[in-house]
């Protein structure tokens, strides 16, 4: 349930850095850790290992302060290592916060509820301001800082990241936490599970499965180290576009024993990257062919003939997929400007959407068309503007992947 909540955190942040936005992540309160499944997807996620004695005695300092903390008596039932207690729901009220859960109530602050608070600040500190003179003593930015706090969270742990949105709002009234909104997954479900599984077993489970289909496509294959890296890139992929394909309002059903994650599913990751690497071999053939002198260098654009492209899949990927490209990125990573309420949404499943419907078009065209034709003069035009279209095309995937942390693959 949470691995969906950070590959959406992760893709976001790529989206927003590919605009100029300056992006800090921060492990979410519940967040384990030590996933090494985070490492395989290559999500480059905070370890949380930074020193924070600091800025959490700064925080309990203010809980002493805090009109709204008091002391939890302990007991039979009480948890260990619960610090205090803070009333939140009078808070709220008192603000007129509206959006949070109203069975906000009491929180029982630990140690691991203040760590989490401090990382907050520490990546709020190292936002850029829009005025740098205007910072205040205070361990927070101002209102004039560019800075917003998204909370990227799994339905189910919303009332906990609530808790911990309201309680820094409590310990520093005049910090720059106004700007807090909350971007909620839908839940993850599995149809007939046998028992519970992990992100682990699931990265696991969809690796076997992606060996197993491309054994059934190619054959027994090499067990070399190449091989090997091609087999978890498309594993990546697939489980990126599994989780990141839908809106991340609405719930996924994952069907663990599903086969179509093979390179012919026309809806997964495999797909994509299967034509990914298609155009990376036109393109090596192409070059090998240069140099063999079958055919003469690539002209520069300003000598091509693009009258030549006269296929309806030619204009179709100029006019559908090249043209908006941009937009299309633009608006995945677009948030909401603030309005009342907490939760915001995203439209961060359009690039794998887009992704889907482009290698499909691709598909059909490449199937149609023989780009590397005979070596006859008066061909050569025709080539050339082809092989021009479809490097722009071959730069959209490879700008797109790059949002899912992707590498393109030379070859299948």
Not at 1 to 26: E, I, N, P, T, Y
Not at 80 to 97: A, D, M, P
Not at 101 to 108: E, G, I, K, T
Request: hydrophobic share 40%; proline share 6%; charged share 20%.
């Amino acid at each position: 349930r949470h691995l969906r909540s950070v590959l959406l955190a992760d893709h976001l942040a790529q989206l927003l850095r590919a605009q100029g936005v300056d992006v800090r992540l921060v492990p979410a309160l519940s967040e384990e850790r030590s996933w090494d499944v985070l490492r395989q997807l290559r999500i480059c996620w905070p370890s949380g290992g930074s020193s924070l004695s600091d800025a959490i005695s700064a925080l309990k300092a203010a809980l002493g302060r805090c009109p709204c903390a008091a002391a939890c008596e302990q007991g039979p039932g009480t948890a260990e290592g619960v610090i205090c207690k803070v009333h939140l729901k009078s808070f709220v009220e008192q603000q007129g916060l509206l959006g949070y859960d109203p069975n906000l109530d009491v929180l029982l602050v630990t140690e691991g509820t203040l760590r989490s608070l401090a990382e907050l600040q520490e990546a709020v500190l190292q936002c850029p301001v829009s005025d740098p003179t205007a910072l205040p003593a205070s361990r927070f930015p101002s209102q004039s800082s560019c800075c917003s706090i998204v909370h990227v969270v799994n339905c189910e742990e919303e009332f906990q990241q609530q808790q911990l949105d309201v309680l820094w709002r409590i310990l520093d009234p005049g910090a720059h936490t106004a700007l807090q909104k909350h971007l909620v997954c839908g839940p993850v479900k599995v149809t007939n599970p046998s028992s519970p599984i992990g992100a682990d077993q699931y990265f696991q489970l969809r690796k076997q499965q992606m060996y197993e289909a491309s054994v059934i496509k190619y054959g027994e294959l090499a067990q070399d180290e190449a091989w090997t890296e091609v087999i978890d890139t498309l594993t990546v992929a697939a489980i990126r576009f599994e989780m990141l394909s839908t809106a991340h309002r609405s719930q996924i059903t994952l069907d663990l024993e599903n086969s179509s994650i093979s390179t012919k599913g026309t809806k997964s990751g495999a797909f994509v990257m299967y034509n990914c690497a298609r155009l990376a071999t036109l393109f090596s053939t192409f070059q090998r062919a240069v140099e063999q002198g079958t055919y003469p260098p690539l002209p520069p654009v300003s000598e091509l003939n693009f009258s030549c492209l006269r296929e309806e899949g030619e204009w179709l990927l100029l006019f559908n997929y090249l043209l908006p490209f941009p937009e299309v990125l633009q608006q995945a990573a677009q948030l909401p400007p603030p309005s009342k309420g907490i939760r915001i949404t995203a439209n961060t499943e359009t690039v794998c959407k887009f992704l889907i419907q482009l290698s499909m078009d691709f598909s059909s065209y490449y199937n149609r068309v023989h780009i590397l034709g005979e070596p006859f003069p008066h061909l050569f035009d025709q080539m050339f503007a082809r092989l021009q279209l479809l490097g722009a095309v071959r730069d959209v995937f490879h700008s797109a992947l790059a949002t899912l942390h992707l590498p393109p693959l030379s070859q299948i």
